[in-house]
């Protein structure tokens, strides 16, 4: 059962909270993000900040700088694979993904589908700069956001 999860979503917002309660925005306010579920368990996710720098080069693998890149590619993050359901929690079997650390790894997401809106949440992540969690909220394609 995929709790009605199949379709196209957009990025609402990608909010981190830490312990003490605040709220930041890894890659801005604006970020845009497209999610995508299929009736045969495929899934592929892309988000970007808006007004990424851009890099003057016609080639994305080989033009501009080392810090042009890095700086262009780290405003951004997408991976594709499969998914399934179980219960109130989506599980992402990544494939590959912009960040190498993630492909081939299972990702659990607890989430909540209300009106239209899906919300995925992160496990606890224990960050250098401590303890934090994600919220990312999607609307379905074709609905007021």
């Given at each position: ?86 219960g ?5 079997h ?25 919300t995925?949440?992160?496990?606890v ?21």
């Open positions: 059962m995929t709790k009605g999860l199949i379709g196209c979503w957009d990025l609402i917002a990608w909010q981190r909270k830490d312990a003490a309660g605040s709220i930041t925005y890894p890659i801005g306010e604006h970020a845009v993000g497209s999610l995508i579920y299929t009736h045969d368990g495929n899934m592929a996710v892309q988000i970007a900040a808006a007004n990424r720098p851009t890099i003057d080069t016609g080639d994305p693998l080989n033009g501009g700088t080392v810090e042009e890149r890095a700086t262009a590619y780290s405003t951004c993050l997408a991976y594709f694979g499969t998914f399934e359901v179980n109130d929690e989506v599980v992402h990544i494939t590959a993904s912009l960040f190498p650390g993630w492909t081939g790894q299972r990702q659990v997401r607890p989430f909540t589908l209300v009106d239209h809106i899906l995925l949440h992160t496990p992540q224990h960050l250098p700069s401590g303890d934090v969690t994600n919220a990312l909220s999607w609307s379905r394609r074709g609905h007021v956001k």
